[in-house]
């Protein structure tokens, strides 16, 4: 009974994912074919018939962007309101290096052994990461839930095509501004540092900069907190430095913050 209907959600599912994008192959030559056989294997794909059941999703569009740790998905709810999935690929070996950015953190001591529960738990940690930069007012998607290894938050974009990154934008100084302002922001009011802080992790929309990926960010109590957040803002200078925007001396950034 449950493989029956693991087969038909599976068969369904494919063709709801794939229907406006069949023809699509993202950005970094991440296959439909792969994303079906590495993301919706069927423990996945019961997650996801569960969310719908649950009234959390309505129905999904199909990929949008894929890493080596995860793939987004443009997905709709029952209010027509578009979100994203973000689904964690348990096959991947890549969260075995994820580790150091959750031992040490106090909110996450119980690290059960294997793939599976490493992703479970990262899924969580982002779920829970969003939550105390959302609370703040920090501009990060809306997490809206998360369970086993698929995280739903906001969608930042339209109609399924994700907002420009930071990286690919036209910057100005008020960009450098904004985006030191929320490290800052994540240290002093969320209690955070992101610790994979960087162009790659910024959209730049028509109302600011969102920072996403907080999969990394750790509890100020981390050992290894302010060496991260030394690394977060030489990596946000350097980018800007190299656009010709006029930076401050990031060790004086530093000491502002943690002072």
């Known amino acids: 009974m449950q493989e029956d209907i693991s087969r038909k ?18 950005p970094d030559g991440f296959k439909k074919g792969k994303v079906v056989n590495e993301v919706l294997d069927k423990p996945t794909v019961m997650t996801l018939y569960k969310l719908i059941t649950d009234h959390i999703l309505s129905y999904v569009n199909g990929p949008v962007s894929a ?12 209010k027509q309101v578009n979100v994203a999935l973000k689904i964690y690929l348990v096959s991947t070996s890549n969260f075995k290096k994820r580790e150091p950015y959750i031992l040490g953190d106090p909110r996450f001591s119980r690290l059960k ?30 997490p809206i839930y998360v369970t086993n290894n698929v995280l739903v938050m906001d969608f930042v974009g339209d109609n399924g095509v994700p907002a420009r990154l930071l990286l690919e934008s036209e910057i100005d100084e008020n960009d450098y501004l904004q985006s030191i302002s929320i490290i800052k922001d994540l ?27 907080l999969g990394s960010a750790v509890d100020l109590r981390h050992p290894n907190a ?34």
Do not use: M
């Open 9 to 26: 959600l599976e068969s369904k599912l494919d063709a709801k994912i794939f229907s406006k994008s069949r023809k699509k192959t993202l």
């Open 67 to 78: 890493g080596k740790e995860s793939v987004l998905f443009w997905a709709v709810d029952e």
């Open 113 to 142: 052994k294997g793939t599976k529960n490493l992703v479970y738990l990262w899924a969580k940690k982002e779920f829970r990461n969003l939550s105390q930069c959302y609370d703040c007012g920090i501009p990060v998607p809306r």
């Open 187 to 213: 240290y002093k009011l969320a209690k955070l540092v992101h610790g994979d802080y960087s162009e790659y992790n910024i959209f730049k929309t028509k109302n600011g900069l969102v920072l996403f990926d």
């Open 226 to 259: 302010q060496e991260f957040l030394k690394r977060d803002i030489n990596n946000i200078t350097r980018f800007f430095s190299k656009r010709g925007i006029d930076v401050n001396d990031p060790e004086e950034i530093l000491e502002e913050i943690i002072s």
